[in-house]
């Protein structure tokens, strides 16, 4: 189910779970700001949960919120996630749902790393 992008911050949402150590995850990347890790339902072969270890609800949260260090933290982990797992020369898709209308179904902010293969067209 969506949820609201900009309602308050769930502190028991799944992310929240993972990041407390509640909920196991198979991790790819960790900082003193960002943990990555493969999605449980990937949509590639290669698919990577990217979140920021502060409690942001969505990118609207995220982008008001978020010290500078914090977005920039996010903004060059990602690339290095994607250079360390050879994304680049072939390409790479980097989503985030904000939102009801946008389909986001977990209220902690969150990228989706995707790759590994030819991507289909994003639908207009």
Not at 39 to 66: G, L, T
Request: one cysteine or more; glycine letters at 8%; charged letters at 15%.
């Amino acid at each position: 189910m969506a949820v609201n992008g900009t309602g308050p911050y769930d502190p028991d949402n799944i992310f929240a779970k993972i990041l407390h150590g509640d909920i196991p995850c198979n991790k790819v990347f960790e900082n003193e700001w960002v943990l990555a890790f493969h999605d449980i339902a990937p949509k590639a072969p290669v698919h990577v949960i990217i979140i920021p270890k502060k409690p942001y609800v969505s990118f609207i949260d995220f982008s008001k919120n978020a010290a500078p260090e914090e977005i920039s933290a996010l903004m060059q982990s990602t690339g290095h996630i994607a250079a360390e797992l050879n994304l680049n020369e072939a390409g790479y898709r980097i989503i985030t749902n904000a939102g009801q209308n946008a389909g986001q179904e977990v209220p902690h902010f969150h990228l989706h790393l995707l790759g590994g293969k030819a991507l289909p067209p994003f639908p207009v």
